[in-house]
């Protein structure tokens, strides 16, 4: 079975500084990764996606992430966050060539000024 | 390109009446749609997967006869609550993959619709 953690439920940076939000995950072949944005009251809007190939993939709004099999992660990150940031963040990975999709209960971004 | 869009965005409704949600592929033909529902505070939950000229295929738990899906062409799917009661009251949110391309493996999601049912 496929599943998906967020260890951070919810995460306070302020405007500027660099941000890290982590996904772990389960399954037993290569997976397909990605992380999803979610304003309040709206769907949600891909950032990045990982299939194969180069372990550091970048994605819309200067987030990128990183593939690490080793530690079955895929953390995403922001060097300097900005105030619409704010946001739901989603961890999702799928089986290849399937497109079902388990997600992490998300983290909740809080940007300060 | 690929918007996916829901109508109507807000619904409230009786108990016991039946409520229609429906999943457009504006730019793009869907092969696939999903239908999640998310709870306050909560992740999405598959609840099914519609393909054209096909029968839903249900996750565990959820009802069929409850909740209906209809794919009836590439770029529309519905979803109908039948018999709605306050328990169903969510947000639910579909998606859609693209029929051919690059993206065939990236869900598309839709605003979703929120159902508040009295």
């Known amino acids: 079975a496929q599943s998906v953690t967020q260890p951070d439920i919810h995460i306070t940076v302020s405007e500027g500084a660099s941000l890290e939000l982590r996904c772990n995950y389960s399954y037993g072949a290569t997976p397909y990764l990605f992380w999803y944005v979610q304003s309040p009251g709206q769907g949600l809007q891909l950032l990045l996606k990982y299939f194969s190939g180069d372990t550091l993939v970048q994605g819309i709004k200067g987030f990128e992430a990183e593939f690490k099999r080793s530690q079955s992660s895929f953390n995403l990150r922001k060097p300097s966050v900005h105030w619409s940031d704010a946001a739901e963040y989603f961890c999702?990975?799928?089986?290849?060539?399937?497109?079902?999709?388990?997600f992490g209960a998300g983290t909740t971004v809080t940007v300060r000024a | 390109g690929a918007v996916v869009s829901q109508h109507p965005s807000w619904v409230i409704c009786k108990s016991g009446t039946s409520v229609k949600i429906e999943c457009r592929s504006l730019d793009f033909q869907a092969t696939t749609m999903f239908w999640y529902r998310q709870f306050p505070k909560q992740s999405l939950m598959l609840m099914a997967t519609?393909?054209?000229?096909?029968?839903?295929?249900?996750e565990q738990g959820v009802e069929k006869d409850k909740f209906l899906i209809n794919h009836a062409s590439l770029t529309l799917s519905t979803l109908t609550v039948t018999s709605a009661h306050p328990e169903d009251s969510s947000f639910y949110i579909c998606?859609?993959?693209?029929?051919?391309?690059?993206?065939?493996?990236?869900?598309?999601f839709g605003p979703g619709t929120r159902l508040t049912v009295l």
């Open positions: 519609s393909n054209e000229g096909s029968k839903a295929t249900y």
């Open positions: 998606s859609a993959n693209h029929q051919r391309g690059p993206s065939t493996d990236t869900q598309y």
């Open positions: 999702a990975v799928g089986p290849s060539n399937d497109y079902k999709l388990s």
